[in-house]
């Protein structure tokens, strides 16, 4: 059975930082895109970062210089790191990825993480 599992999150003040962890494990044949959403209280999920399996990433506008998100193919993980933090990011924070698990990285489908609340107080 494919899992993401994601750790990292936690209770930090503004200005402080935190590096959100997420690993895939399962019948793997093949990761593509992985990346990261959020969804704050009342409203709408939202793509905060992703990065292809060529290292290609893509940032929320609000998060871009504040976060860095990187990937270890291998390793079939990716982190968030997360400086700077605001109230306005606090968010439970979900990890995601496009992943095969037919041969020649066929059968590929988005997969989920459970969530990890980040909370940044003033």
């Known amino acids: 059975q494919v899992q993401l599992v994601e750790s990292g999150g936690g209770l930090v003040q503004a200005g402080g930082s935190l590096r959100l962890s997420c690993v895939a494990s399962?019948?793997?044949?093949?990761?593509?895109?992985m990346g990261w959403y959020r969804q704050a209280p009342g409203k709408q999920r939202e793509l905060v970062a992703s990065?292809?399996?060529?290292?290609?990433?893509k940032y929320k506008e609000s998060a871009s210089g504040r976060f860095t998100i990187s990937r270890h193919n291998a390793e079939k993980t990716v982190w968030l790191e997360t400086n700077n933090l605001i109230p306005e990011d606090t968010a439970v924070y979900y990890c995601?990825?496009?992943?095969?698990?037919?041969?020649?990285?066929?059968?590929?489908?988005?997969?989920w993480g459970q969530g990890t609340q980040v909370t940044v107080s003033s």
């Open positions: 990065i292809t399996a060529g290292g290609r990433t």
């Open positions: 399962g019948p793997i044949s093949y990761v593509n895109t």
């Open positions: 995601y990825a496009d992943i095969c698990t037919g041969v020649f990285g066929s059968d590929c489908q988005d997969r």
